[in-house]
């Protein structure tokens, strides 16, 4: 019998809800939504700062603090981005998997599980991603502790921050449940 590594791909309709921020949206210049990001972090007392796309992870390092996990796909907008040399060696672990654009495999999810359970003990983990990033803020929000803050950024809009709370995971395994399909990767079993 054969056996085929399963991916969750986002529908057509799951794309269209992604569109709406889930979170706050800071419609701020990068330095003043950064400023506001670490007001929030310090009244949460966030336990975890996660951040998740290229730009965001680089304005929230180079402006504040590095974040306890990065996860990245070294492109914007589709283009190669430019990071300076030295954003890398901010981090103590990186970690890498692939993860094609609208899916998300069982690798890249237990991936940020990984960096998450790492950057509990202390440790600031960047994930490589190869394909997108994007869609792993899904497992990176249920992964991380209460009260912990995730930050990604909405093009050319906004800095998302997003509070991790009990009442956040079960809408967000319903909205997995309802808006992926269970797929066999292109060309496999």
Known sequence: METATLVLKLSERGRTVLKVPCGYAVRKPPREAIELLLAIKEYVRAPML??????????????????????????TQRAPAQMPPDFTSQFDIALSCDNPPGTLTPVSWGTVYLAVLMA??????????????????????????????????????????????????????????????????VGKG
Do not use: H
């Open 50 to 75: 996660i951040t998740v796309g290229d730009i965001v992870s680089y304005n929230v390092s180079a402006q504040a603090c590095t974040p306890d996990v990065a996860i990245v796909d070294e492109r």
């Open 120 to 185: 509990l003990s202390g440790k600031k983990v960047l994930v490589l991603v190869r394909g997108e990033e994007d869609l792993l803020a899904i497992p990176a929000a249920l992964a991380a502790p209460p009260r912990s803050l995730l930050i990604y950024g909405l093009r050319d809009e906004a800095l998302v921050v997003l509070p991790i709370t009990e009442y956040l995971r079960k809408p967000l395994k319903e909205f997995v449940a309802k808006y992926f399909e269970i797929v066999a990767p």
